[in-house]
């Protein structure tokens, strides 16, 4: 565990590096962003607006006592989906769809050698590979977590208008009632180091990937399973603290 660690923590050391030409890392960070950022937008897009709408509608059956005003259901479901629902779903979600394209995209790289070619010209291969991955993670990262807290508000509020089981205008009360801004910059801070923690171990994976085509999936799997675990255990250390 200690040495895999380490191994860690020297290749971020060398993803960090100054870079020996800007123009070209930066290409490569705008090519990743949009990656990341645009092709992702879709599948959080379905995600959040069928987790904002069950979500509503679990509250809603379960405070069916006329002694709770119907508004709170749009107060639980406001909360949840910003502080849990919209950042590590999300990011899970990501983890699956980015992590294991980044750790395949490396590590096919490194057994046809194209990354030893790099460091034969004398290229820094794990900033010029890693870097931007990980840039663009962390930067796009609390864009789509922003936009999943949106759209899964928008899924309640439509799951209200097409059930009936709590009227819009009660949900809209209860999402405007008592909103406290910590909870958007918790989510912003959960995304942040989730999208560092998913791209950097999958990174990782793909970057000391031995073999062939076999090791190749398997260092995909890995990388998924270990960054959604270090997800979770992040999860709860960042709520433990900011809450």
Known sequence: MFHSLGKYILLLRLSFRKPEKFSVYWAEVMREMVSVGVGSLGIISIISVFIGAATTIQ??????????P???AGSIARDSTILEFSPTISSLVLAGRVGSSMASQIGTMRVTEQIDALEIMG????????SPKIIAGVTMFPILVIASIALGI????LACVLSGDVSPADYLSGVHE???GLTIRVAIVKAIVFGFIITSICAYQGFYTNGGALEV???ATKGVVYSCVMVLFADLVITRVML
Do not use: H
């Open 178 to 180: 008592g909103f406290e």
């Open 70 to 72: 119907r508004s709170i």
């Open 154 to 157: 928008f899924g309640g509020w």
């Open 123 to 130: 290229v820094n291969a794990p900033g010029y590979l890693i």
């Open 59 to 68: 509250v809603a059956f379960q405070l069916s006592s006329p002694l709770v």
């Open 217 to 219: 999936g398997q260092s």
